[in-house]
């Protein structure tokens, strides 16, 4: 997936953010209606913009094809971290799915069943086990 990392400023001040599409997420910047509470940050740019009698202007830093939304996420990180602006970091210690992967993991009883990670007490109380045991 391609995804769009640009900076919307204004004077000093300055927005990090990624897309997928580019131009409605930009439409929907400048016009204040995304979704959810993330355009907090980028109406400090508007207002300030506002308020001054400047432009905003719009920099594409990068257009990187990646697998998936977490990824994206990383880089954005990383460019925020390296670039004066107001936003804030979100906490993404966690790749998505992690808790998914760890209970589909198998291991070996030592009865010599393979059993998932997320099982291996319920099995090991079963009369499959204590009988083999």
Do not use: W
């Not at 506002?50 to 460019?79: M, N, W």
């Not at 970091?89 to 799915?97: A, M």
């Not at 030592?110 to 007490?121: D, E, N, T, V, Y």
């Amino acid at each position: 997936m391609l995804f769009y990392f640009y900076r919307l400023f204004t004077g000093p001040k300055s927005y990090v953010g990624v897309s997928k599409n580019i131009i409605k997420r930009i439409k929907l910047h400048l016009l204040g209606f995304l979704p959810y509470n993330d355009n907090v940050r980028a109406s400090e740019i508007i207002e300030y913009s506002k308020q001054h009698g400047t432009d905003v202007c719009l920099q594409i830093i990068c257009v990187v094809d990646l697998p998936s939304r977490y990824e994206a996420e990383i880089l954005e990180e990383f460019i925020i971290n390296n670039i004066d602006c107001v936003n804030y970091i979100k906490n993404r210690v966690n790749p998505p799915n992690t808790k998914h992967h760890y209970l589909k993991e198998k291991v070996k009883c030592s009865c010599g069943c393979m059993i998932s990670k997320r099982h291996l007490s319920r099995h090991q109380r079963t009369m499959k086990h204590l009988n083999s045991c």
